[in-house]
T-cell receptor
Framework: EAGVAQSPRYKIIEKRQSVAFWCNPI?????LYWYQQILGQGPKLLIQ????????DSQLPKDRFSAERLKGVDSTLKIQPAKLEDSAVYLC??????????????FGPGTRLTVL | SQQGEEDPQALSIQEGENATMNCSYK?????LQWYRQNSGRGLVHLIL?????REKHSGRLRVTLDTSKKSSSLLITASRAADTASYFC????????????FGSGTQLTVLP
């Protein structure tokens, strides 16, 4: 089966500019996650969608970050305006999320963002 | 905040040796998972151990879980250069959202 697709793979912008990332999850996966991974650290969850509804966005800096998942499939994550500390890899993951089962997440290759 | 903390932060071994990585966590869990991340890539799921299991095997991987100590270990036997990667433990908490909380990772280098 096709994996999680993300684009672009790399993005360099200047601070205060805006940027958007796109994710296409594995077909049939209802749950989609966006993570931020700063160099040398583990991924930190930004937002979790179940179909096209938000399950948790408690760690999303809502003053500058926004995300949507239209029609419960593709998703976009936007940063506006970007700050230097937003430099990181942004990972998208999807899962089937069986409520009483264990959830294995499948990750895309990530988008490496550099803010100058 | 990161629930799991891996130890050591970095590990360098010779090909053929075994590699052991440890993970400690703070709160009750449903299960614990290990993921691998090659440089510049996304994470790949390796193995999952449920809270009522103590040990699990998958190929050259062996995972143990001690819920009384809130700790887990990942053993890679007969390591290969291709095992060079970062390894992360992730805990699945008892909330209904079933989110994963990742540790900070162990960077494993296997020298040929």
């Amino acid at each position: 089966e096709a994996g999680v697709a993300q684009s672009p793979r790399y993005k360099i912008i200047e601070k205060r500019q805006s940027v958007a990332f796109w994710c296409n999850p594995i077909s049939g996966h209802a749950t989609l996650y966006w993570y931020q991974q700063i160099l040398g650290q583990g991924p930190k969850l930004l937002i979790q969608f179940q179909n096209n509804g938000v399950v948790d966005d408690s760690q999303l800096p809502k003053d500058r970050f926004s995300a949507e998942r239209l029609k419960g499939v593709d998703s976009t994550l936007k940063i506006q305006p970007a700050k230097l500390e937003d430099s990181a890899v942004y990972l998208c993951a999807s899962s089937q999320l069986r409520y009483r089962g264990a959830d294995t997440q499948y990750f895309g290759p990530g988008t490496r963002l550099t803010v100058l | 905040s990161q629930q799991g903390e891996e130890d050591p932060q970095a590990l360098s071994i010779q090909e053929g040796e075994n590699a052991t990585m440890n993970c400690s966590y703070k709160t009750s869990i449903n299960n614990l998972q290990w993921y691998r991340q090659n440089s510049g890539r996304g994470l790949v799921h390796l193995i999952l151990i449920r809270s009522n299991e103590r040990e699990k095997h998958s190929g050259r991987l062996r995972v143990t879980l001690d819920t009384s100590k809130k700790s887990s270990s990942l053993l890679i036997t007969a390591s290969r250069a291709a095992d060079t990667a970062s390894y992360f433990c992730a805990t699945d908490g008892k909330g209904s959202a079933r989110q994963l909380t990742f540790g900070s990772g162990t960077q494993l280098t296997v020298l040929p």
